[in-house]
């Protein structure tokens, strides 16, 4: 039985004016679109055209919920009330629901943007609270974790249904987590790069970290950043190295 994975990418992350990243070249080559929800970038405009984009090129449609942090992105480590962050991420989900039904689509999966995935991936409680939200308002959503943290805990105490993501263009630290964005090495912008690696750990199992350990996971889909120069290469590379490794690339859970 061959191999399949999922491509994901963040994207709808331009917001007015203001453009950032090539949306339709990715959903040319992407199964899944992690779709910004207004809070660290978009705005509605942006949403329904990415999802109607998206829609037109059979991408399953994912939310991407972060922290009320446009001018940082959602990169900012934030302290935010549980109680507020949950109706942070309800009022994302919602919105998210409203645009892709606008579109003629529906919201499959939930993926964390940012600082708030990164905190939550190194916090169960955390990641708990957001999906509890999440799922609150829409129940049959599949939530996307960072494999191998806390985020997978979670979701696997919840008995929620999920899929495990590994990056294509971040390095690892021995924990599964991502090494920070602030240090040497931390994002991977070589294409050429980019694809074997991840095709290497996809048939392995496992996560290859920066220091060469294995941490053995499923690995359901893959993330392609949408917001590098490079992003558009990087998922070409990968995408053709996993199919010339004969592993399937199709959209999770059909």
């Known amino acids: 039985m061959s191999l399949t994975v999922d491509l ?14 090539d949306d339709a070249a990715l959903l040319e080559i992407v199964t899944s679109a992690n779709v910004a929800c207004g809070f660290h970038a978009g705005d509605p405009d942006v949403m329904l055209q ?4 998206a829609v037109t090129n059979g991408v399953g449609i994912g939310a991407h919920p972060g922290f009320d942090d446009l001018r940082g992105f959602g990169r900012y480590r934030m302290n935010v009330p549980h109680a507020t962050l949950a109706n942070q991420i309800r009022y994302q989900v919602g919105a998210a629901q409203a645009m892709a039904r606008a579109a003629d689509g529906e919201v499959r999966h939930l993926k964390l943007h940012g600082a708030l995935s990164n905190m939550s991936s190194e916090d169960q409680a955390l990641a708990r609270v957001c999906y509890d939200a999440a799922l609150s308002v829409a129940p049959d959503l599949i939530i996307m974790v960072l494999a191998s943290t806390a985020q997978q805990r ?13 990056f294509a263009d971040r ?5 599964a987590t991502l090494v920070d964005r602030s240090k040497p090495g931390a994002v991977i912008h070589d294409a050429a790069l980019a694809g074997p690696r991840i ?4 048939k392995a199992g496992a996560i290859i970290t920066e220091s060469g350990k ?5 690995i359901d889909t ?20 996993l199919e010339g490794e004969g592993i399937v690339v199709k959209t999770f859970g059909t």
Do not use: K
């Open 50 to 53: 990415t999802m109607r984009n």
């Open 154 to 166: 979670a979701v696997e105490e919840m008995g929620a249904r999920f899929v495990g993501e590994i």
């Open 8 to 21: 994901n990418a963040d994207m709808g992350e331009s917001f007015g004016s203001w453009s950032l990243g």
């Open 199 to 202: 095709a290497e750990m996809v």
């Open 222 to 241: 893959i993330c392609l950043h949408g917001d590098t120069p490079e992003a558009v290469e990087i998922a070409r590379s990968v995408r053709t190295s």
């Open 214 to 218: 294995h941490i053995e996971t499923g």
């Open 171 to 175: 390095a690892y630290n021995d924990d």
